[in-house]
Structure formats: C-alpha cells, structure tokens
C-alpha cells in the first residue's frame, strides 16, 4: 500500500511569501504529525492532529505557522511571511491510532527561503 | 524536557564488521523507543520499535536492546554491508497519555566500506 506523501518536495521561495505545504498520510491512519529538521539534527515536533483535532501544537514556533486537518485525512502546514530561518526540512508522519504509536514518515519538503 | 543524545555523530567501517550504535535519553520515563533510517532524499524509514516493557527487539541482521532505569539503548547491526550506509535516529515517546510526540536525537552517520 502507498505510504505517507507530501507535495511539494521542494520549495523554493522569497522571503515574506506565504507557503503550504502537504501532506497525505497513509489511509486509515487517524493521527498525523508534523516534524521540522535542521541539517544535521533529529527532526523536532510541531504539531499533533486526533481526525480532524488539532490536539498539541506546542511546537508551532509562532503565529506564522499554522496546520489543519479538515476532513480527517490530508493536512497542510502553512507558513505565512516565510522568513530564512523558517528554511529546513518538513516532515509529516502517520500512525494507526496515537496509542498505537508507531509512526511512518513521508519523504519530506525541503523549504528554502531566499 | 527530554534530551536524546546519539554517541558517536559519525562511524565509518568496512564491509563485514557489526555495528554498534548508541542512544541516551535523560528522562526514563518513555513508553517506547524508535530506531529509524534516514536515506538522503527519503524519508525516515522505521527499523525497530520497542515498548518501555521490553529488552530488546530483532528484525534480521538488527537487534536493538533497551535499559530504561540507564536511559540507553543499542542497535546493532551484524554484518554490515555498504547498503547499511545512512542516518540512523533513534527516538523517544513519552510515557505521558495525550503526549505522542517523538524526541529525537541527531542521528549517527554510517558508511560502511566495500
């Protein structure tokens, strides 16, 4: 069966554009995460979808991301006013249930903010 | 806040020697722990999972052993060949209902040598 996807792979953008990026998790699935990795490190948290519920975004580093969820399946992460820090990898992951907490992860979007 | 720290950054062997991989984290109080490859360009593909209840855990040429009451664990690798050559990351999910998001440590570099 077909994995975690994410469009686009890469993106490249200037500095103050806005960016969405996707992603599609494997069917069935029921929670979803977004990670972020710098070069050279493990990747860091972000945010937590239950369905459709947002149920931890503490790792949102400001007002300019956002996520949602709205029917439960494909996601997008926006980034409003992309700033040049905001440039590494972003990753989505899947699990069958948050309890059952194995999770796949999706190949991943490089952003770069020129 | 837990920390994961993955000891040595980088191993470089020859083909046929086993490989010893090391992860700590500070706060023992995980639910599971999680070995993945990452491949440049691709995602992160997941190796071994272990529960907070096991010791270790096999998958072919890969065993992965935990000590929770230490904070460590060990994925070996028997046999490598030059196919092992990537990222390995291993990461933590705490023990804490309602909290299923991963902390990572920054990966050990492998290349192994034909």
């Known amino acids: 069966g077909a994995g975690v996807s994410q469009s686009p792979r890469y993106k490249v953008t200037k500095r103050g554009q806005d960016v969405a990026l996707r992603c599609d998790p494997i069917?069935?699935?029921?929670?979803l995460y977004w990670y972020r990795q710098a070069l050279g490190q493990g990747p860091e948290f972000l945010t937590y979808?239950?369905?459709?519920?947002?149920?931890?975004k503490s790792g949102l580093p400001n007002d300019r991301f956002s996520a949602e969820r709205p029917e439960g399946s494909i996601s997008t992460l926006t980034i409003q006013r992309t700033e040049q820090r905001d440039s590494a990898m972003y990753r989505c992951?899947?699990?069958?249930?948050?309890?059952?907490?194995?999770?796949?992860f999706g190949p991943g979007t490089r952003l770069t903010v020129l | 806040k837990q920390e994961v720290t993955q000891i040595p950054a980088a191993l470089s062997v020859p083909e046929g020697e086993n490989l010893v991989l090391n992860c700590s984290f500070t706060?023992?109080?995980?639910?599971?722990l999680q070995w993945f490859r990452q491949d440049p360009g691709k995602g992160l593909t997941s190796l071994l999972l272990?529960?907070?209840?096991?010791r270790e855990q096999t998958s072919g040429r890969l065993n992965a052993s935990l000590d929770k009451s230490s904070g460590r664990s060990t994925l070996y690798i028997a046999a490598s060949q030059p196919g092992d050559s990537a990222t390995y990351l291993c990461?933590?999910?705490?023990?804490?209902?309602?909290?299923?998001?991963?902390?990572f440590g920054a990966g050990t570099t492998v290349t192994v040598r034909a």
């Open positions: 272990i529960q907070s209840s096991q």
């Open positions: 992951a899947s699990s069958l249930t948050g309890a059952v907490s194995e999770q796949f």
């Open positions: 706060d023992s109080a995980i639910y599971n």
């Open positions: 069917s069935g699935h029921v929670s």
């Open positions: 979808f239950n369905y459709e519920a947002q149920q931890d």
């Open positions: 990461a933590v999910r705490p023990i804490l209902s309602n909290d299923y998001k991963l902390s």
